[in-house]
């Protein structure tokens, strides 16, 4: 087990990230469905705008913490790759850093 800590460590840590950006888009759709709303409502579009704020905040909170939880990743990886662990579960962490890195610029 200590022979693969820091792939151990990159890949839960990738998983935590790749959670933190899907969550950020969920918050980041429900906010976009507030705006809509707040552009056709006849009653109280101010309310429903400052809502739209405060999720879009929590939204930006869940990306950045995505954002260092696979730079966190990617440092356990490098340090993986120094130590010369054992390299059987290594790609996991790569593929799923490339899956987080595509979802982070392709979807916006």
């Not at 839960?12 to 469905?33: C, I, N």
């Not at 059987?88 to 790569?94: D, G, K, N, W, Y």
Request: aromatic residues 8%; hydrophobic residues 50%.
């Amino acid at each position: 087990m200590k022979k693969r800590a820091f792939c151990f460590a990159s890949l839960t840590l990738v998983v935590l990230a790749l959670y933190g950006r899907l969550e950020g888009l969920t918050l980041q759709g429900k906010a976009m469905k507030l705006h809509l709303r707040g552009l056709v409502a006849k009653t109280d579009p101010e309310h429903l705008r400052e809502e739209t704020s405060v999720i879009l905040k929590k939204s930006q909170l869940f990306d950045i913490i995505g954002l260092c939880l696979a730079v966190a990743s990617l440092t356990c990886l490098i340090l993986s790759f120094r130590r010369k662990e054992q390299t059987s579960l290594r790609f996991v962490p790569i593929c799923l850093l490339a899956l987080y890195v595509i979802m982070f610029f392709a979807i916006v």
